[in-house]
């Protein structure tokens, strides 16, 4: 739960950073947060997301709760899944937007983009969900829990 809520800290960080990209009135501080976007990510996001893929399964696996039993397990690793994926395809995005940032003729009008506010504030509300699933989880068991193999109605 650590590395999630690190993931979640993480990304508030790159909201405000990219608010500030988006804000500023000062291009040389337009320039530095698109500048600070990518090594945030190479850096911090990722890091965090892959730890918390990492600590998720192996909670998952080390306790009652098991990986395949209940649906809030199963919906929270597929968020982080998708998640992390995102992440890791929108590191280009990064690089691009660090690209132009470090271009000297790009202005502030260049450099602007909401794509890092868009992406941070959708990450947040993804592991929003997923801590209030951690809290309260939610009932409901797949047939794995029941000691079948199969879910019910498939082939063995």
């Known amino acids: 739960m650590g590395a999630s809520v690190g993931w979640l800290g993480a990304v508030a960080v790159s909201l ?21 976007l990518e090594p945030l990510g190479w850096w911090t996001l990722i890091p965090f997301s892959v730890a918390s893929l990492a600590t998720g399964l192996v909670q998952s696996l080390g306790t009652h709760w098991g990986l395949l ?18 992440l890791l395809l929108y590191t280009q995005t990064l690089a691009v937007l660090a690209d132009t940032a470090r271009d000297p003729a790009a202005g502030a009008a260049q450099l602007r983009n909401p794509s890092p506010v868009v992406h941070a504030a959708g990450a947040i509300v993804l592991l929003l969900v997923a801590l209030v699933l951690s809290i309260y989880k939610p009932r409901g068991t797949t047939a794995w829990a029941t000691g079948a193999r199969t879910p019910a109605g498939t082939a063995a």
């Not at 405000?16 to 600070?36: F, I, N, P, T, W």
């Not at 649906?71 to 994926?85: D, E, R, S």
Request: charged share 10%; hydrophobic share 60%; aromatic share 10%.
């Open 69 to 86: 039993r209940h649906y809030w397990v199963l919906i929270k690793l597929g968020m982080n899944v998708f998640a992390t994926g995102i």
């Open 16 to 36: 405000a950073v990219g608010v500030l990209g988006l804000a500023a009135s000062d291009v040389q501080v337009v320039r530095g947060a698109y500048l600070l």
